[in-house]
């Protein structure tokens, strides 16, 4: 059984395998067990953030926005123009994930304002996104968390 803080079950992996080693099933074990790693790696690879996710972010946040689930709070086009410039700019790859945390600090204000009539998750994940501007990487998860945040519930 899969436990909290292992939710690709590597350790039922290798307690399998460790127990098949003398039998036919030893293959088939060392192959479900290494599936189940490198799921897991990717997992935290993703977890610390990915800059091939920047243009996904960028989408998921001019699409939440135009989908008018935020109303229209001061900010929402801006944030969209914004990114719509983004993503143009990333297709035509005259922009790539490297500026990307220079495109998230210039809607940092606009982000702002749209947050200021949210909830204190939104406004903590914002905060947190303020100070992760320092790579792709770290700009892309603080920023799939204030997405998440902005995330109406089902």
Same mark, same amino acid.
């Given at each position: 059984a899969q436990r909290p803080g292992d939710p690709f079950g590597v350790g039922d992996a290798l307690r399998d395998l460790e127990s098949s080693a003398a039998t036919d099933g030893c293959a088939a074990q060392h192959a479900a067990f290494a599936h189940a790693l490198d799921?897991?790696?990717s &997992? $935290? #690879?993703?977890?610390?953030? +990915?800059?091939?996710?920047? $243009?996904?972010?960028?989408?998921? *946040? !001019?699409?939440? =926005?135009?989908?008018?689930?935020?109303?229209?709070t001061a900010g929402?086009? /801006?944030?969209? +123009?914004?990114?719509? !410039?983004?993503?143009d700019g990333y297709m035509s790859r005259e922009v790539t994930a490297a500026d &990307?945390?220079?495109?998230?600090?210039?809607?940092?204000?606009?982000?702002?304002?749209?947050? +200021?009539?949210?909830?204190?998750v939104a406004r903590d994940a914002l905060h947190e996104l303020e100070h992760a501007l320092d790579t792709p990487a770290t700009? *892309?998860? #603080? /920023? !799939? *968390? =204030? $997405?998440?945040?902005l995330q109406p519930s089902p």
């Open positions: 799921a897991f790696v &997992y $935290l #690879a993703k977890a610390a953030g +990915d800059p091939a996710d920047c $243009l996904q972010n960028t989408r998921w *946040q !001019r699409d939440l =926005l135009r989908s008018g689930a935020l109303g229209g929402v086009q /801006h944030v969209i +123009d914004v990114s719509q !410039r983004f993503v &990307y945390p220079a495109f998230v600090h210039s809607t940092l204000d606009a982000l702002t304002q749209i947050v +200021d009539t949210l909830d204190g700009a *892309q998860r #603080a /920023h !799939r *968390q =204030l $997405l998440l945040a």
